[in-house]
C-alpha cells in the first residue's frame, strides 16, 4: 500500500478504534512538571502527538520494571509454575529511537535463549509510531536512529494539515480500514523528507560515524577520560534504568511468611550500581566508578554494537535528561575521539 495521508482529525478516529480492541497507551505530560510519562490513554481526543522524550522508555512495556516469573507452594505436593502474561496492547506515539530500542531488546531476549515473558509481552504489542522534534539531548543522527526502517505498524511524519502515513504491517494496514485516508502528495513526501533531513542534521554531534566507534574505542581502555567524566558520578544508576536498550536484571525470592510459599521475580539492575559487579566471594570488578562508566559505553558502543550491527544507544538522550550531574554520553564519547586523534598525530 503506497503512503497515505490522513488530517489530524482522523488521529483520535484511529485511537478509538484502537482502544476498543486493545489497552492502548500514549506520552502524557506529567501533571506540574516538564515531563512526559507513558500512560493509558483515557480520551482519544486527549493525546499530543508533539512531546519530548518520555522519562521511561517504552520497554517498560515489554520488559517491566518488576515482573514474576515463577509461583510456588510447598504442599505435600508442591507446585511450581511459570508465570508468563501478555495483553493486547498499542503504543501510540513511539519516537523513532524507541522503536529502536525495543529492536535492541528484541536481539537481547530472542537471540539464543528465548525469554518467554518478554516474547509474551512483545507478541500482544502493535507500535504506532510518531516523528518528532528533538530537544538538545537528541542525538539520534549520529546514532542512525533517527527514522525506522521496521518495528512499527504505523508510522506518522507530521506534514501540512495531518500526518505522513507509513504502514510497516498487514496489521498497520487494518488499523486504516474505513477511515479516511488520500495518496501522499509529491508535495507531502517532499515535507517528510525535509522534516527528516533537519532533525538527522540537528542530532548529528557525534564527532565520529558511529561504525567507528567499536575500533577507536579498543585503544582507549587506559584513557584517563574515564575517570574524569566519573569524577562527578553518584553511581545511582537512573542511566541505565531510563536507558531503551539497558536489559539487566536481577532475580529475587520473596517467600511468604509462612514458609510455604512463594514467587521470583526479577526486577531491572543496572551496571553503574556499585553494588552490580559483587560476586558471592566478596570481589567486585567494577569497584571504582571509571570502571563501571567505561563498562557502560563499551557496552553501549563497543560490545553489542558488534555483537548486533547496530549500537546499542539509541541517541535518545534519556540518560543525560535524568542524571543528576548531567554526564553526557555526546561528551564523553567526543572527548574520547579528540584523545584519539590526538594520539594517531
Ligand atoms: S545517572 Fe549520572 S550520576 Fe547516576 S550513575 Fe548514571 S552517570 Fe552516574
Ligand atoms: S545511553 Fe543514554 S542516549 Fe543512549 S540509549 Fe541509553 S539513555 Fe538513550
Ligand atoms: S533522539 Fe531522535 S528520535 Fe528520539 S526523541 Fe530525540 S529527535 Fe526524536
Redesign the pocket.
Known amino acids: 500500500m503506497p503512503l497515505q495521508v490522513i488530517g489530524c482529525e482522523v488521529v483520535p478516529q484511529l485511537l478509538a478504534r484502537l482502544m476498543a480492541e486493545a489497552r492502548v497507551v500514549a506520552p502524557h505530560r506529567r501533571t506540574g512538571a516538564d515531563q512526559w510519562a507513558y500512560a493509558e490513554v483515557r480520551d482519544p481526543c486527549e493525546v499530543e502527538l508533539e512531546y519530548i522524550s518520555t522519562v521511561l ?1 517504552a520497554k517498560k512495556y515489554a520488559f517491566p520494571p518488576v515482573e514474576q516469573l515463577v509461583r510456588y507452594e510447598l504442599a505435600e505436593r508442591p507446585l511450581m509454575e511459570a508465570v508468563v502474561e501478555s495483553e493486547p496492547l498499542v503504543i501510540f506515539g513511539a519516537h523513532p ?1 524507541d522503536i529502536h ?1 525495543l529492536w535492541a531488546l528484541d536481539q537481547a531476549f530472542c537471540d539464543v535463549n528465548v525469554d518467554p515473558n518478554y516474547t509474551a509481552h512483545r507478541s500482544g504489542m502493535r507500535i504506532v509510531g510518531v516523528d518528532c522534534v528533538p530537544d538538545e ?1 537528541c ?1 539520534c543522527g549520529s ?1 542512525g536512529t533517527a527514522t525506522p526502517a521496521e518495528g512499527f505498524d504505523l508510522f506518522l511524519t507530521v506534514v501540512e494539515g495531518g500526518y505522513l502515513v507509513e504502514i510497516g504491517t498487514e496489521a498497520g494496514a487494518a488499523m486504516l480500514d474505513g477511515l479516511p485516508t488520500q495518496e501522499a502528495s509529491a508535495a507531502a513526501l517532499a515535507q517528510a523528507k525535509e522534516r527528516l533531513a533537519r532533525r538527522i542534521q540537528q542530532t548529528t554531534r557525534v564527532s565520529a560515524e558511529c561504525h567507528s566507534l567499536p575500533l577507536l574505542l579498543s585503544g582507549l581502555a587506559d584513557s584517563e577520560q574515564w575517570g574524569e567524566h566519573a569524577t562527578k558520578c553518584y553511581s545511582c544508576g537512573t ?1 541505565n534504568l ?5 536489559f539487566c536484571f536481577n532475580v529475587i525470592d520473596r517467600m511468604a511468611l509462612t514458609l510455604d510459599r512463594g514467587t521470583k521475580e526479577r526486577e531491572w539492575d543496572g551496571c553503574m550500581l556499585e553494588e552490580f559487579s559483587k560476586v558471592a566471594t566478596g570481589e567486585n570488578f567494577r569497584e571504582e566508578r571509571e570502571d563501571r562508566l567505561r563498562h ?1 559505553f563499551y557496552r ?1 558502543y563497543s560490545y553489542l554494537f558488534t555483537k548486533y550491527g547496530r ?10 535528561r535524568q542524571c543528576l550531574v548531567h554526564i553526557d ?1 555526546v561528551e564523553v564519547l567526543n572527548d574520547l575521539i579528540a584523545e584519539a586523534e590526538g594520539r594517531r598525530s
Open positions: 522508555p529511537c530500542g539531548h542525538f546514532m542511566c531510563v536507558c531503551p536498550t539497558c557502560r553501549k549500537p546499542y544507544c539509541c541517541g535518545c538522550g534519556r540518560c543525560v554520553p
